[in-house]
């Protein structure tokens, strides 16, 4: 009953992943049940692609679960071999690579409305799923410039920036870590 799209798809990859640690299939089971959900309400064409936010306002596509549903798509395909699932990962990825990431840069911008407008905003939330997702699909420049961008554009004195304690902006750094910290291990990258 949870309108937040994100919110569902970071329950969908708990699940996945605790089935895939246990193996307990009913995890996942309930994994693919409620990503099968969320893709259903929050997938369309409207912007060439993309997942909504919230549903069922479905006023803006935003990384925050793009990035996010890439990645539990991923987990499916890893845990059922659906090759649907590594589509819609490879889907949802795109859409947020075409419209949301500054190829030039390796910047993540938050969100696009409906009416076409793009917030730039980028955070380190995003910076992070969407290392994340590139390095369940193998993209690695792309994953490379993100993480680059983080590092070179959005941290002050070698330090990741300070969103405060309050809300769910003070987590964000550690999803960012998080990701990071997988690519690099996936990929065999040591820090400079």
Same mark, same amino acid.
């Given at each position: 009953?949870?309108?937040?799209?994100?919110?569902? /798809?970071?329950?969908? #990859? &708990? *699940?996945?992943?605790?089935? !895939?640690?246990?193996?307990?299939?009913?995890?996942?089971?309930?994994?693919?049940?409620? *990503?099968?959900? &969320?893709?259903?309400?929050?997938?369309?064409?409207? /912007?060439?692609?993309?997942?909504?936010?919230?549903?069922?306002?479905?006023?803006?596509?935003?990384?925050?679960?793009?990035?996010?549903?890439?990645? @539990?798509?991923?987990? /499916?395909? !890893?845990?059922?071999?659906?090759?649907?699932?590594?589509?819609?990962?490879?889907?949802?990825?795109?859409?947020?690579?075409?419209?949301?990431?500054?190829?030039? %840069?390796?910047?993540?911008?938050?969100?696009?409305? %409906?009416?076409?407008?793009?917030?730039?905003?980028?955070?380190?939330?995003? !910076?992070?799923? *969407?290392?994340?997702?590139?390095? +369940?699909?193998?993209?690695?420049?792309?994953?490379?410039?993100? @993480?680059?961008?983080? #590092?070179?554009? #959005?941290?002050?004195?070698?330090?990741?920036?300070?969103?405060?304690?309050?809300?769910?902006?003070?987590? +964000?750094?550690?999803? +960012?870590?998080?990701? /990071?910290?997988?690519?690099?291990?996936?990929?065999?990258?040591?820090?400079?």
């Amino acid at each position: 009953y949870n309108g937040y799209n994100d919110d569902d /798809l970071w329950a969908v #990859m &708990v *699940f996945a992943r605790g089935g !895939q640690i246990t193996g307990k299939m009913a995890y996942c089971n309930i994994a693919k049940a409620n *990503f099968d959900m &969320v893709y259903a309400r929050a997938w369309d064409l409207n /912007l060439g692609g993309g997942l909504y936010w919230l549903s069922p306002k479905n006023s803006s596509k935003n990384a925050c679960v793009n990035g996010p549903g890439a990645i @539990a798509a991923g987990l /499916l395909y !890893q845990v059922y071999g659906d090759t649907g699932y590594f589509t819609k990962a490879t889907n949802i990825y795109a859409w947020e690579r075409a419209v949301l990431y500054n190829s030039g %840069t390796g910047r993540i911008y938050d969100n696009i409305n %409906t009416n076409g407008a793009v917030d730039q905003t980028p955070t380190t939330y995003n !910076q992070g799923t *969407f290392i994340g997702a590139a390095d +369940f699909l193998g993209q690695t420049n792309d994953a490379l410039l993100a @993480a680059n961008y983080t #590092m070179n554009s #959005m941290s002050g004195a070698g330090f990741m920036p300070r969103y405060g304690i309050g809300g769910n902006n003070s987590i +964000f750094n550690s999803i +960012f870590i998080r990701w /990071l910290a997988k690519f690099m291990k996936h990929r065999g990258i040591t820090a400079p």
